[in-house]
């Protein structure tokens, strides 16, 4: 035998010098949900490890993460159910829960990194992502909604606008709400090849946001489609996106894998509370290695070609130095 693969797996300084894939903090973006309250912090059931913060308690949790070298972040509302409404208009009201956790982390870290989730299903009575009209998904009608939730974060400081709502031509649209108001440096990172999963159950636990009626399927991806997911990345690319993001992640590597090898935009991956509930029961029963099954699929991800990965994991994984 000439070739003897082996040989480069001989000894951990060899094993690293031919390492092809690392991950860094640089490379992660950590999930926050806020409630309502002062000094709050309740964990999600479904999520061990994880909380809903008040705003106050959510500036010491960006603090101990920015010492941890964890500098981005994508917010997430827990509204409370009274301020919902058939058009969202919680979503952008000046004051709201949310405009201010985003005005404060940036007031208090000008360094942090915020992305803001711009789509209608934590303000919305009918827990969809858009304007429900006998029981159909309106998507010209939501995107008015949409620019004004995009704008009013983009008042109050985010660096990214994460539009997660999968309606039609949503990007271009908050492209030039933004643009036409001053804000051609706010950033848009779209999730392009967003797929109606089962691996969201636990973050509509957390923020309450479950539909009242049907499924996500008429405007989420069919989980079966992968080409589907180039006509996504091409508009989104057309319509002016900053970067593009496939949700879920570790069921959808080969997605991540194609709209790497069809854009040279980065690639956002999202690591979504199902994917993190399975792994975390598991570790619960003793089934898995916490270290090495967490390691394994933050490694995975960006091998399939993430850049960038939202992870609910990214705070732990600094705190017990295990990049
Ligand atoms: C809502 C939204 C969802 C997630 C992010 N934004 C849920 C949904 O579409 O129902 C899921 C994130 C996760 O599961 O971690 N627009």
Request: with cysteine; aromatic share 8%.
């Amino acid at each position: 035998m000439l070739q003897r693969p082996r040989r480069n797996r001989k000894s951990e300084a060899i094993r690293q010098m031919v390492q092809e894939t690392h991950v860094s903090a640089a490379n992660l973006i950590f999930p926050l949900f806020i409630i309502d309250g002062n000094n709050q912090k309740s964990e999600v059931a479904s999520m061990p490890g994880i909380y809903r913060h008040s705003v106050d308690n959510l500036l010491r949790e960006v603090e101990s993460c920015l010492k941890l070298g964890l500098n981005a972040f994508d917010l997430f509302p827990n509204i409370d159910e009274s301020l919902k409404d058939k058009y969202a208009t919680e979503s952008y009201r000046d004051g709201s829960l949310y405009l201010r956790a985003i005005s404060e982390v940036k007031k208090n870290f000008p360094e942090a990194c915020v992305i803001t989730d711009v789509a209608m299903d934590p303000y919305s009575s009918d827990g969809h992502d858009g304007i429900v009209e006998n029981g159909e998904i309106l998507n010209d009608e939501t995107l008015e909604v949409l620019g004004k939730m995009a704008l009013a974060h983009a008042q109050a400081g985010a660096d990214i606008i994460a539009p997660s709502d999968m309606m039609d031509g949503r990007v271009g649209y908050i492209r030039n709400v933004l643009d036409d108001n001053g804000f051609t440096g706010v950033s848009i990172m779209s999730y392009t090849a967003k797929y109606a999963s089962a691996f969201y159950g636990p973050f509509r636990d957390a923020l309450n946001s479950a539909p009242k009626f049907g499924d996500k399927k008429s405007y989420q991806m069919n989980p079966a489609n992968q080409r589907e997911a180039l006509i996504e990345a091409d508009l989104d690319e057309a319509e002016g996106a900053d970067f593009l993001m496939v949700k879920p992640a570790l069921p959808y590597l080969d997605v991540i894998k194609l709209l790497k090898d069809n854009t040279e935009l980065p690639i956002a991956a999202y690591n979504v509370s199902g994917e993190y509930a399975m792994i975390k029961a598991a570790i619960q029963k003793g089934w898995l290695n916490e270290q090495r099954a967490i390691t394994e699929v933050l490694t995975s991800i960006r091998r399939a070609g993430a850049t960038a990965i939202l992870t609910y994991h990214a705070k732990e994984v600094l705190e017990n130095k295990w990049l």
